[in-house]
């Protein structure tokens, strides 16, 4: 690694930033001096028509021209998807769709037409009197006010926006969240998110992403309107969220539906904050989701284990992070169909990625390599949810695949458990998900189902029952049934599946006409399981650096693997691969985190809460349990940054 190109705080800034983010020598990154010499400040003045919020430099990560002539050409792709649009109206949360289009369509030249809307009354203006008729309540609404009041300001009538800043000002006098609505008090209870069924001056629900555009919102207009006790409650509120993210992880971790609105939210905090000390928190913030999304995002897919996964991610650009982060990343094969409304907050941000990250985004390191990676508990600030990780993950980096897995002591709704990215030229990748949530590949982290992996190897149990395994590929893929084995060929990666007491599978439709579209290119497949012990599947995958054709990888696994089910019926599988890895799964009675033995080794879940870390060799990231130091290494690309000490 080349020590040169060392970034440093000009010393007055970085004894305010340091005093709250802990900096290690107070190094926030490293790059190759090529880089840094040749690196450009990210303007967007001269291509979207807007000047976007200046940020000092001690808040940048420096990109390269080129990166940056990347990341213009894929912004003025969405300013082209988004201009001449329907905005929609402002009924409820429906700012959130309604309020980015109208400032793409501003950025595509309809001024005039974009700051009419932005400037028309709110449909619950009853409701909002005491704020000015404003709306202050909705989260995702706040998202899109706090960009409107503070980049779109200069062009609003200067009466609208004093509406703004007064309203805001009594909306901060005090704590909004819990405080009685003026009208609904407490709210009636019941079905709904509303004020008139939630009461308080503001959304009050804590999942990752509505905090964040709650607190946030609650911090910038604040501190613009003067409101000090407030501001300072909120500082703490968001230093308590950023400590959590390098300490522990977050709650919503890598969800392929909510991690962008999040980030978008953080953008504004980064954007418009005075105070240095949050400013540097929001860079940290964003730092580290970058990094988060950056593990799972491969050429335009979104994969891995989730948390919140709703089962529409399993395609190129089907998840909502793999639309946004495209802008940062890109590394894709076909165009963007569907550009996230989000992506107005990238767009107009001076915010970049430190280079790094994007490296590993874009997997530019040494492979194979595998890493583990902890998860917290959803509800992590209450009693007992910073004592140890909720759910353990493994996930395997091959030279044309990243294969993901997912272990925990306790079933969950709505965590995806498994998946494979393999390339495809055409379409970015393809995806091998497995699952037994219903009649598709639903996402569920199904009780009794325990999985073990070790590198490429993978094996999933679970008791037999009614409940049937699904499966999906590309129809491009070619499958077949030989010895026992179901070998499936896709492009560069090939994968042999041993079934454990299922049946033959079949394919199925989908019946849900939604995910019928959205998955039309790939397969469905249903496989029973079959007698009262234990079922499911052990999996080995190969590519051409491990077995040099499919046909010599077939060939190999039937000559060399082994399942061993002698004890199956006790819930014990051991399987050894082709290269001679060994799995052993013991599946656990007493809760749904299984036993495992990784060649010889059994694993203890205990020792393994660091948030990602390598198994061995070189690591392209790494940040440990309750240490805040993340650190992100691909090649001669080095980021290191502390998050904040503990409120």
């Not at 390339?423 to 325990?450: C, I, L, M």
Request: glycine content about 10%; proline content about 4%; hydrophobic content about 35%.
């Amino acid at each position: 690694m080349k020590s040169l190109g060392i970034s440093r705080y000009p010393i007055a800034a970085s004894v305010l930033a340091c005093a709250i983010l802990s900096c290690s020598d107070q190094v926030v990154s490293t790059t190759k001096s090529v880089e840094t010499e040749t690196a450009v400040k990210a303007s967007t003045a001269k291509i979207i028509g807007i000047e976007a919020a200046t940020i000092e430099s001690e808040y940048k990560n420096q990109w390269t021209p080129e990166l940056e002539a990347e990341f213009q050409n894929r912004a003025q792709e969405v300013i082209k998807y988004y201009a001449g649009q329907s905005y929609g109206n402002n009924n409820g949360e429906n700012e959130k769709r309604s309020y980015p289009r109208a400032m793409f369509d501003f950025l595509a030249g309809n001024r005039q037409q974009a700051l009419k809307f932005l400037q028309s009354e709110d449909a619950q203006t009853n409701d909002n009197k005491h704020t000015e008729g404003i709306d202050y309540y909705y989260s995702f609404t706040l998202k899109g006010q706090m960009r409107k009041y503070f980049l779109w300001g200069q062009f609003l009538d200067p009466t609208y926006k004093q509406r703004m800043f007064d309203g805001a000002k009594v909306w901060t006098e005090t704590e909004p969240k819990g405080r009685p609505h003026p009208i609904y008090g407490k709210g009636k209870g019941g079905d709904g998110w509303g004020p008139d069924v939630r009461g308080g001056w503001v959304d009050g629900r804590n999942t990752d992403n509505l905090r964040a555009m709650r607190e946030v919102a609650v911090y910038l207009m604040a501190e613009e309107t003067g409101n000090e006790d407030t501001k300072l409650l909120y500082k703490q509120k968001i230093q308590r969220y950023v400590w959590a993210l390098y300490n522990i992880g977050m709650g919503e971790w890598d969800s392929e539906n909510y991690l962008g609105h999040t980030f978008a939210a953080y953008l504004n905090l980064y954007d418009f904050a005075k105070d240095p000390e949050v400013k540097q928190m929001g860079k940290a913030a964003l730092d580290w989701m970058s990094a988060a999304a950056a593990v799972k995002y491969y050429r335009g897919g979104m994969g891995g284990p989730t948390k919140r996964d709703y089962g529409r991610a399993n395609v190129v650009y089907g998840s909502t992070a793999a639309r946004l982060f495209w802008l940062y990343f890109g590394d894709t094969a076909i165009a963007n169909p569907k550009p996230e409304p989000d992506s107005i907050h990238v767009i107009t941000s001076n915010y970049r990625p430190p280079q790094a990250i994007v490296a590993l985004a874009r997997k530019q390191f040494d492979k194979p390599i595998e890493i583990f990676s902890s998860k917290p508990v959803y509800e992590n600030w209450k009693p007992g949810g910073e004592d140890q990780p909720g759910y353990w993950e493994t996930t395997f980096f091959g030279n044309s695949y990243q294969l993901g897995s997912l272990a925990g002591a306790f079933s969950d709704g709505d965590v995806g458990t498994f998946k494979l990215m393999a390339d495809n030229s055409e379409r970015g990748v393809d995806y091998f998900v497995a699952n037994t949530g219903g009649g598709w590949v639903q996402p569920g982290k199904n009780r009794g189902d325990q999985i073990g992996q070790y590198r490429n190897l993978v094996i999933w149990l679970r008791p037999s029952s009614d409940q049937p395994f699904f499966f999906q590929l590309p129809k491009t893929a070619t499958a077949e049934t030989e010895e026992g084995f179901w070998f499936f060929e896709l492009e560069k990666t090939w994968l042999a599946v041993r079934p454990i007491n299922l049946n033959s599978y079949t394919e199925v439709a989908i019946s849900r006409k939604k995910f019928a579209r959205e998955y039309e290119q790939e397969r469905t497949l249903k496989a029973i399981t079959k007698g009262n012990g234990y079922a499911g599947f052990a999996l080995e995958v190969g590519e051409k650096e491990s077995h040099d054709s499919y046909e010599d990888f077939k060939q190999a696994v039937k000559a060399k693997s082994k399942l061993n089910l002698s004890e199956v019926s006790q819930g014990i599988v051991q399987f050894t691969g082709t290269k001679n890895n060994s799995l052993k799964l013991t599946h656990n009675s007493q809760h749904d985190l299984p036993i495992i033995v990784r060649n010889g080794v059994k694993h203890n879940w205990s020792q393994h809460f660091e948030l990602y870390k390598p198994v061995q060799g070189k690591a392209p990231i790494y940040l440990g349990w309750k240490t805040g130091n993340l650190s992100v290494e691909v090649g001669d690309l080095v980021f290191q940054l502390s998050g904040p000490k503990k409120p």
